[in-house]
């Protein structure tokens, strides 16, 4: 079972009488991009924020990077990496600062950051960029060292809450390219994202519709089982059911 | 084009009326500022202790020492130079000295002959104790009055706490603050959350002149201003019984006029900032910041360092509290702060034609 | 006569060049898009246009009127939806639609016929402030909003950005009936994918144009072999593959990467060298606007 790095079940959340979150069940293994998948108002930001110990299910259990997502949360927060596109870095402060300051927040020791920071900044070939602000980096570059801070404690696990939109297409392979990397490395990423082209590139997606997971599959498998030609036609295939918005 | 106008003004007050918490914000503030200060306030007045300064010892003088050794509140503990009067005070020895002008006893006679002149007499009081000392001023005025010099012009001088933080003082004051919050903070958030959301760039895109877009958010926060005007005035004159007798009409339209003065203000803040916290914190710290110490409103102009005084001459809330205070306290017609609205208009224009013209209908 | 025309136009911010010397026509009725990612100066170029600021050089023209002499006249005939929803979320659905009619001085009445297909799916909630709707109702709210006024030409910077797929692919389905009601329509994304639902479209990268063309036409000009590879190990495969003989270019691309290759590329010989990678798999694929937009960028 030590390839099982997120396991839910039965994981619900209801507000009132909604139910945000219904009944879901999933595993995601060791080394997986895990693309999890879902229109406006699905529940997928609710469940996210229960795999990451912010928030308590109503009912149902979970472990991440084998921590109770119930009882552990605190551990939970110390073994994950969290990147979204809306909020990331901080633009005022150069990028060694960031780093400094979220090597800090992960709990890292002095010489271990000092060590971990210089890898990084040779790693994105970012040496020369070390005390520039980040404001002024380019929005490509920002998130690929929003990646690599993340995980500069090597997470079990990366959430990445929409990590590409807007960026050019060069500099988001890019940034696929650092994932896949790191999942070479064992870490294992789990992605929420609107765009369907950003599912190709995962190695398992789930799609949730009004707070239950509808499918959950290889891309290819998926692709075949709705005898669709992309990822954009399954997913509405199946959203289209839809009853709820946001 | 009038139609649009109107349904510009509608939404302005939509945006108002759905953001309760902030109109019982800017509606209660007021109220609340005037009923605690009108609590604070008492008018007792015991054993206050006087010395006089007076060049000449004069048939007026005299007769003035006379009322006041026969009054049981004041206790005339004699006569004092004029540089011993600071000491006096200092110590505690008294709490008002009065100083006759050396021409005095002259300058009665002239003014029974019916010469334009005033006679002078200088009030200088320990402030210290609020309560006392402003009873014992207007105690000591009615008192002086009633002496031969009826025609006698008082100069009040409060040392240590000379704004007397009572109410009396205190509604010019709140009055100068609050329509600067109410107009200018309001007014300038309300430009600059446009700016933010993009909607702005919409308005600016439609044939809808600039200016229109901006009378129209001026008129809902000019209405609610006034509404806070009327309720201070009602609050100031029925329940701390502020005389007023400067005429309630003058009151009234220099505070319109200062009404404008703030929206204007506004609108300058919104031409400068990009976003509401910006457009906040300039309206919060570089404007009220001097509008609460260099206006007189806390500190008397006369008692700040030469620089701030010099700096003060810009706020334009010192004008107006300054015209205010005369006004309701002093008792004075509007005429007889000519040079203060002036001085308000002036700023007023200058503020809308640079905001106008910086407001152009393009972005940048 | 096109309906708009720009002819080197630039704006720059300093030492940004948001705009470089951009030219492109669009005729009238035509569904242009302008695809690039952020920071390729689509926003900037929608201000120009839309009159909303002024550019440094060249010169552009709407509906025949200048951009910058006769911007009056053009603020009457466009209707634009900037980037962000540029709605006002205190107000109720109705209340925005009634604004906007008011802003263009024309009454909902008038315009309703245009209108209706869109505003009609959102008019059950008339009476929700548009902060409350979801992301796909307030496109819809703002789409109705800038119609109001049966604009010549219709700008819409980014309308799909943060929306889900089901939404996004309505949206487009009416710009379609929008078209063929003779309305211009300039769109921007940063989608590649959705560059196949306009009739034109112009790549865009930092401040210049890449490449006009339809659709169709963009992918034709990829002459280049292109295959897709896939193992189990990818990342290794991609490393590999780079350092092969014959590979102009390799990047991941979804579920398998995407080779570029040159004359010097030898099928057979490439597939003999990679089959120690398990689960090995090479095919040819058609290229994609994606994939032109990396050459050109690389160009």
Same mark, same amino acid.
């Given at each position: 079972?030590?390839d099982?790095?997120?396991?839910?079940?039965n994981?619900?959340?209801?507000?009132?009488?909604?139910?945000a979150?219904?009944n879901?069940?999933?595993?995601?293994?060791?080394?997986?991009?895990?693309?999890f998948l879902g229109?406006?108002?699905?529940?997928k930001?609710?469940?996210?924020r229960m795999l990451?110990g912010?928030?308590?299910?109503t009912?149902?259990?979970?472990?991440?990077?084998?921590?109770?997502?119930i009882?552990?949360?605190?551990?939970i927060?110390?073994?994950?990496?969290?990147m979204?596109?809306?909020f990331?870095?901080?633009?005022?402060?150069?990028v060694?600062?960031?780093?400094?300051?979220?090597?800090?927040i992960?709990?890292?020791?002095?010489?271990?950051?000092?060590?971990?920071?210089?890898?990084?900044?040779?790693?994105l070939?970012?040496?020369?960029?070390r005390?520039?602000?980040?404001?002024s980096?380019?929005?490509g570059?920002k998130?690929?060292?929003?990646?690599?801070?993340?995980?500069?404690h090597?997470?079990e696990?990366?959430?990445?809450?929409?990590?590409?939109?807007?960026?050019?297409?060069i500099?988001?392979?890019q940034?696929w390219?650092?994932i896949?990397?790191?999942?070479?490395?064992?870490?294992?990423?789990?992605?929420?994202?609107?765009?369907?082209?950003?599912?190709?590139?995962?190695s398992?997606v789930?799609?949730?519709?009004?707070?239950?997971?509808?499918?959950?599959d290889?891309?290819a498998?998926?692709k075949q089982?709705?005898?669709?030609?992309?990822?954009?036609?399954v997913?509405?295939?199946?959203?289209?059911g839809?009853?709820?918005?946001? | 084009?009038?139609?649009n106008?109107?349904?510009? #003004?509608?939404k302005?007050?939509?945006?108002?009326?759905?953001?309760k918490?902030?109109?019982?914000i800017?509606?209660?503030?007021p109220v609340?500022?005037?009923?605690?200060?009108?609590?604070a306030?008492?008018?007792?007045?015991?054993?206050?202790?006087?010395a006089?300064v007076?060049?000449?010892?004069?048939d007026g003088?005299?007769e003035?020492v006379?009322?006041?050794? !026969?009054?049981?509140y004041?206790?005339?503990l004699?006569?004092?130079d004029e540089?011993?009067a600071?000491?006096?005070?200092?110590?505690?020895?008294v709490?008002?000295?009065?100083?006759?002008?050396t021409?005095?006893?002259?300058?009665?006679?002239?003014?029974? !002959?019916?010469v334009?002149?005033?006679?002078?007499?200088e009030?200088?009081?320990?402030? !210290?104790?609020?309560?006392?000392?402003?009873?014992?001023a207007?105690?000591?005025?009615s008192?002086?009055?009633?002496?031969?010099?009826?025609?006698?012009?008082?100069?009040?001088?409060?040392?240590?706490?000379?704004?007397?933080?009572?109410?009396?003082?205190?509604?010019?004051?709140i009055?100068?603050?609050?329509?600067i919050?109410v107009?200018?903070?309001?007014?300038? #958030?309300?430009?600059?959350?446009?700016?933010?959301?993009?909607?702005?760039?919409?308005?600016?895109?439609?044939?809808v002149r600039?200016?229109?877009?901006?009378?129209?958010?001026m008129?809902?926060?000019?209405?609610i !201003?006034?509404?806070?005007?009327v309720?201070?005035?009602m609050l100031?004159?029925?329940?701390?019984?502020v005389p007023m007798s400067?005429?309630?009409?003058?009151?009234?339209?220099l505070?319109?006029?200062?009404?404008?003065?703030s929206?204007s203000?506004?609108?300058? #803040?919104?031409t400068?900032?990009?976003?509401? #916290?910006?457009?906040?914190?300039?309206s919060?710290m570089?404007?009220?910041?001097?509008i609460l110490?260099?206006?007189?409103?806390?500190?008397?102009?006369e008692?700040?360092?030469?620089f701030?005084?010099?700096?003060?001459t810009?706020?334009p809330?010192?004008?107006?509290?300054?015209?205010?205070?005369?006004?309701?306290?002093q008792?004075?017609p509007?005429?007889?702060?000519?040079?203060?609205?002036?001085?308000?208009?002036a700023?007023?224009?200058?503020?809308?034609?640079?905001?106008l013209?910086?407001?152009?209908?393009?972005?940048e | 006569m096109n309906?708009?025309e720009v002819?080197?136009?630039?704006?720059?911010?300093?030492k940004?060049?948001?705009?470089?010397?951009? %030219?492109?026509?669009?005729?009238?009725?035509?569904?242009?898009?302008l695809?690039?990612p952020?920071?390729?100066?689509?926003?900037?170029?929608?201000?120009?246009?839309?009159t909303?600021i002024?550019p440094?050089?060249?010169?552009a023209?709407l509906?025949g009127?200048?951009i910058?002499?006769?911007?009056?006249?053009? /603020?009457?005939?466009?209707?634009?939806?900037?980037?962000?929803?540029?709605l006002?979320?205190?107000l109720?659905v109705?209340?925005?639609?009634?604004?906007?009619?008011?802003?263009f001085?024309?009454?909902?009445?008038?315009?309703y016929d245009?209108v209706?297909?869109?505003?009609?799916?959102?008019?059950?909630?008339r009476?929700r402030?548009?902060g409350?709707?979801?992301?796909?109702?307030?496109?819809?709210l703002?789409l109705s909003?800038?119609?109001i006024?049966r @604009?010549?030409?219709l700008? *819409?910077?980014?309308?799909t950005?943060g929306v889900?797929a089901?939404? /996004?692919?309505?949206?487009?389905d009416?710009l379609?009936?929008l078209?063929?009601k003779?309305?211009?329509?300039l769109?921007s994304?940063?989608?590649m994918?959705?560059? %196949?639902?306009c009739?034109?479209?112009a790549l865009?990268?930092?401040?210049?144009?890449?490449?006009?063309d339809?659709?169709?036409?963009?992918? +034709?000009?990829?002459r280049? @072999?292109l295959y897709?590879?896939?193992?189990?190990?990818?990342?290794?495969l991609?490393?590999e593959? /780079?350092?092969a003989?014959?590979v102009?270019?390799?990047y991941p691309?979804?579920?398998?990467?995407? *080779?570029v290759?040159?004359s010097e590329? +030898? *099928?057979?010989n490439?597939?003999k060298?990679?089959?120690?990678?398990e689960?090995?798999?090479?095919?040819?694929?058609?290229p994609?606007i994606?994939?032109?937009?990396?050459? *050109?960028?690389?160009q």
């Amino acid at each position: 079972m030590k390839d099982i790095v997120i396991s839910v079940r039965n994981l619900t959340k209801k507000f009132g009488s909604f139910t945000a979150v219904d009944n879901v069940s999933f595993d995601v293994r060791r080394g997986e991009i895990f693309g999890f998948l879902g229109a406006n108002g699905a529940g997928k930001t609710t469940a996210m924020r229960m795999l990451c110990g912010l928030s308590y299910p109503t009912s149902g259990s979970g472990s991440v990077a084998g921590y109770d997502i119930i009882s552990q949360s605190e551990e939970i927060k110390r073994h994950i990496g969290y990147m979204s596109q809306k909020f990331s870095l901080y633009n005022d402060l150069t990028v060694w600062e960031n780093i400094d300051l979220f090597a800090g927040i992960y709990g890292l020791g002095r010489a271990d950051t000092k060590e971990r920071a210089v890898k990084l900044l040779r790693r994105l070939n970012f040496e020369q960029e070390r005390d520039t602000l980040v404001g002024s980096l380019p929005l490509g570059w920002k998130q690929k060292l929003a990646f690599a801070i993340a995980t500069i404690h090597n997470p079990e696990v990366v959430f990445l809450d929409e990590p590409t939109g807007g960026v050019d297409p060069i500099t988001r392979r890019q940034f696929w390219e650092l994932i896949y990397e790191a999942t070479e490395r064992g870490t294992t990423i789990f992605v929420t994202t609107h765009y369907m082209d950003e599912a190709e590139y995962c190695s398992r997606v789930s799609i949730m519709v009004d707070g239950e997971v509808r499918a959950l599959d290889t891309p290819a498998h998926l692709k075949q089982q709705f005898a669709a030609s992309s990822m954009d036609e399954v997913f509405r295939t199946l959203a289209r059911g839809a009853t709820r918005g946001e | 084009m009038k139609n649009n106008f109107i349904s510009f #003004v509608k939404k302005e007050s939509l945006h108002i009326l759905r953001d309760k918490r902030t109109m019982l914000i800017v509606m209660l503030i007021p109220v609340i500022l005037m009923i605690l200060f009108g609590f604070a306030i008492s008018t007792e007045v015991n054993n206050v202790n006087v010395a006089i300064v007076a060049p000449h010892r004069s048939d007026g003088v005299k007769e003035a020492v006379e009322r006041l050794a !026969s009054n049981d509140y004041f206790t005339f503990l004699g006569y004092i130079d004029e540089e011993q009067a600071d000491e006096y005070l200092r110590s505690g020895k008294v709490t008002a000295v009065i100083v006759f002008d050396t021409e005095y006893d002259r300058n009665v006679a002239l003014a029974k !002959s019916g010469v334009p002149v005033k006679p002078v007499i200088e009030l200088i009081l320990d402030a !210290s104790n609020v309560n006392t000392a402003g009873s014992a001023a207007a105690y000591l005025q009615s008192v002086l009055l009633g002496s031969a010099s009826e025609q006698a012009m008082f100069e009040t001088r409060m040392l240590f706490n000379p704004q007397m933080k009572s109410a009396y003082n205190f509604v010019p004051g709140i009055m100068g603050a609050i329509f600067i919050l109410v107009c200018a903070m309001m007014t300038s #958030v309300s430009i600059v959350r446009e700016k933010e959301t993009g909607t702005m760039e919409v308005l600016l895109v439609s044939p809808v002149r600039p200016f229109k877009i901006i009378f129209a958010k001026m008129i809902p926060y000019f209405t609610i !201003s006034c509404i806070v005007l009327v309720t201070i005035l009602m609050l100031a004159r029925y329940l701390l019984e502020v005389p007023m007798s400067g005429g309630v009409g003058g009151i009234f339209a220099l505070s319109l006029l200062y009404l404008v003065l703030s929206l204007s203000l506004g609108l300058f #803040v919104s031409t400068i900032t990009k976003t509401q #916290v910006a457009a906040l914190l300039i309206s919060a710290m570089v404007m009220l910041m001097p509008i609460l110490m260099l206006s007189g409103l806390l500190f008397p102009i006369e008692n700040l360092p030469k620089f701030f005084q010099a700096v003060s001459t810009i706020v334009p809330a010192r004008w107006y509290i300054d015209a205010i205070r005369k006004m309701m306290i002093q008792g004075l017609p509007i005429i007889a702060v000519w040079k203060d609205c002036i001085i308000l208009l002036a700023m007023t224009a200058l503020l809308l034609a640079v905001s106008l013209k910086k407001f152009n209908d393009k972005l940048e | 006569m096109n309906a708009i025309e720009v002819r080197k136009i630039s704006k720059s911010y300093g030492k940004l060049k948001a705009v470089n010397e951009v %030219s492109l026509e669009v005729q009238e009725g035509e569904l242009f898009g302008l695809i690039g990612p952020d920071g390729a100066g689509k926003t900037t170029l929608f201000r120009l246009l839309a009159t909303l600021i002024a550019p440094d050089s060249g010169s552009a023209s709407l509906a025949g009127y200048d951009i910058v002499k006769e911007y009056h006249a053009i /603020r009457s005939c466009v209707g634009y939806m900037p980037g962000r929803f540029s709605l006002y979320p205190d107000l109720t659905v109705e209340e925005n639609l009634n604004f906007f009619a008011a802003l263009f001085n024309v009454t909902v009445e008038e315009s309703y016929d245009l209108v209706a297909p869109i505003y009609k799916q959102i008019e059950p909630f008339r009476e929700r402030r548009a902060g409350k709707l979801s992301g796909g109702m307030k496109q819809k709210l703002a789409l109705s909003c800038a119609l109001i006024h049966r @604009p010549k030409v219709l700008f *819409l910077d980014e309308p799909t950005t943060g929306v889900d797929a089901v939404s /996004r692919k309505e949206f487009w389905d009416m710009l379609q009936r929008l078209k063929e009601k003779g309305i211009t329509i300039l769109v921007s994304t940063p989608y590649m994918d959705e560059a %196949s639902r306009c009739d034109r479209i112009a790549l865009c990268n930092e401040g210049r144009i890449l490449g006009i063309d339809t659709p169709t036409g963009i992918v +034709n000009g990829f002459r280049s @072999p292109l295959y897709g590879i896939k193992a189990k190990n990818m990342f290794a495969l991609l490393e590999e593959a /780079r350092k092969a003989r014959g590979v102009e270019d390799c990047y991941p691309f979804g579920e398998s990467h995407h *080779l570029v290759a040159d004359s010097e590329f +030898n *099928l057979d010989n490439f597939k003999k060298d990679f089959d120690g990678f398990e689960g090995f798999f090479i095919e040819p694929v058609e290229p994609t606007i994606e994939d032109m937009f990396i050459k *050109l960028m690389k160009q």
